[in-house]
């Protein structure tokens, strides 16, 4: 619950962030849909370890038409970018599906949509932290903590709204 109420709050925040950071415009609005997608999908990843093709895809399509009819001059862009990095990873999908799931794949396919060129940052942000966190375990719970399992897609979103906020589309 309290979990849940903190995960609301920070996407609420986040929303409000992005009419502070980009002006009561278009882009805007795309960041502040971009960013409250993102918050509901973290708390259903860490909560049951799924990022559902219902929110996922869908949410993919609303942000991509959105940003091409915001910049229509940067359309190879943002679907250029949303095919590289879900390309990326269902490269790392096909080699260890152990390790990455294919809602990972999709989430990544959102995160180029919404942030054109600066996926690679947020991608580079998501893998570090999640590493990060992944030496923290084992470094306090031994070598059985690399068979744990880690929800992924909340530092994929920690990734893209950090790049979002300091540089993004």
Known sequence: MIRRTALGLTGAGLVAASFARFGLS????????????????????????ILPNRIVLPATAVVLVA???????????WAGAALAASGFFLLAHLVSPQGMGMGDVKLALLLGAG????????????????ATVGIVLIVREGRGARKKAIAFGPFLALGAVVALFLGGP
Request: aromatic share 8%; no cysteine; glycine share 6%.
């Open 67 to 77: 940003r091409i009819a915001i910049s229509p001059g940067r359309a190879a862009e």
């Open 115 to 130: 942030l054109g060129r600066y996926v690679a940052v947020a991608l580079v942000i998501g893998l570090v932290a999640a």
């Open 26 to 49: 278009w882009r805007a609005l795309v960041a502040a849909f971009f960013v409250a997608v993102l918050a509901l999908l973290t708390e259903i990843d860490i909560d049951r370890r």
